[in-house]
């Protein structure tokens, strides 16, 4: 099993980045997947989630201004970031259902 997450990167605040993460090894086409984020010091947070026949859910935090989104032919996931702000920058993680985490993609927002 493998969940790779890449798109990280330093974005200046209200800038944009778009994180994949690319599954294998388990049907990713039933899980439900999201993605969760971890800035230092401070608590796990989730992001956001996406059903296997594309419900979505966010965290207050991100609501409209973050999307995720599903490509089950392609078993990749996508979380598009826009307005990008201080408080974002985190470790983002890739998740399948409770069972499956990516190694994480450092974003970092700074001017």
């Known amino acids: 099993v493998q969940l790779v997450e890449s798109g990280g990167g330093l974005v200046q605040p209200g800038g944009s980045l778009r994180l994949s993460c690319a599954a294998s090894g388990f049907t990713f086409s039933i899980y439900y997947m999201r993605w969760y984020r971890q800035a230092p010091g401070k608590e796990r947070e989730l992001v956001a989630g996406?059903?296997?026949?594309?419900?979505?859910n966010y965290g207050g935090s991100v609501k409209g201004r973050f999307t995720i989104s599903r490509d089950n032919a392609k078993n990749t996931v996508s979380l598009q970031m826009n307005s990008l702000k201080f408080e974002d920058t985190a470790v983002y993680y890739c998740?399948?259902?409770?069972?499956?985490w990516g190694q994480g993609t450092q974003v970092t927002v700074s001017s």
């Open positions: 996406i059903s296997t026949g594309g419900r979505t």
């Open positions: 998740v399948a259902g409770g069972d499956y």
